[in-house]
Nanobody
């Protein structure tokens, strides 16, 4: 099984950029599809972005398309989320998630991922 630890969250102003990282350990990282989800206070956990095991395929929620970029470095066992043009609606706890998946179909639901990090807070002020 894989352990996931997020980092890189913080307090930023609207329009700023931020890069989240998720370090994986305990298993062969390149066997896993990875994703980012987020949960704002009082709301359900929403899908943000996902990337397949090789990094060749990605998918995004409409709300972040064109602003966020998911990427991975299998040599470093890390997946990233680059977030540009942040706005107050992006304020949430961001979670990294992983699931063994060597295919090309990426899940966009939380049920599609078994392994989760503890989350990192991103707060965007206006």
């Amino acid at each position: 099984q894989v352990q996931l630890v997020e980092s890189g969250g913080g307090l930023v102003q609207a329009g700023d950029s931020l890069r989240l990282s998720c370090a994986a350990s305990g298993s062969t990282f390149s066997n896993y599809a990875m994703a980012w989800f987020r949960q704002a206070p009082g709301k359900v956990r929403d899908f943000v972005a996902a990337i397949n095991w090789s990094g060749a395929r990605t998918t995004y929620a409409d709300s972040v398309k064109g602003r966020f970029t998911i990427s991975r470095d299998n040599a470093k066992n890390t997946v990233y989320l680059r977030m540009n043009s942040l706005n107050v609606d992006d304020t949430a706890v961001y979670y990294c998630a992983g699931q063994i998946n060597l295919g090309v179909v990426l899940s966009t639901t939380h049920n599609g991922y078994y392994y989760w990090g503890q989350g990192t807070q991103v707060t965007v002020s206006s």
